[in-house]
Nanobody, 118 residues
Framework: VQLQACGGGLVQAGGSLRLSCAAS????????VGWFRQAPGKEREFVAA????????DYADSVKGRFTISRDNAKNTVYLQMNSLKSEDTAVYYC????????????WGQGTQVTVSS
């Protein structure tokens, strides 16, 4: 599986963006997928994750109620809808995948920059 993230951009505080993570490979539905982000000078942090069947989702406390993760396995795509954006959400956002047999995200896409202006 290979991943490609897109959808980042510049948005004003309070605005919205939707990130997409497109996957290649016919077994995408067998992978859990997560979104992570890294702000300048900070370590990469977990943002949200969705299980292979979309039955389980998980969010960092900092984005709960504002971000929604979803997936469309027919389109091999995972989405991150980001609403009520804050300046502290500014970061490079990465999507990552892990198989059902592993606990570690070991497949990473390139990042997409999200900049929130205050």
């Amino acid at each position: 599986v290979q991943l490609q993230a897109c959808g980042g951009g510049l948005v004003q505080a309070g605005g919205s963006l939707r990130l997409s993570c497109a996957a290649s490979g016919r077994t995408f539905s067998r992978y859990h997928v997560g979104w992570f982000r890294q702000a300048p000078g900070k370590e990469r942090e977990f943002v949200a994750a969705v299980s292979w069947s979309e039955s389980i989702t998980d969010y960092a406390d900092s984005v709960k109620g504002r971000f929604t993760i979803s997936r469309d396995n027919a389109k091999n795509t995972v989405y991150l809808q980001m609403n009520s954006l804050k300046s502290e959400d500014t970061a490079v956002y990465y999507c990552a995948a892990r198989s059902l047999l592993t606990a570690k995200y070991d497949i990473w896409g390139q990042g997409t920059q999200v900049t929130v202006s205050s």
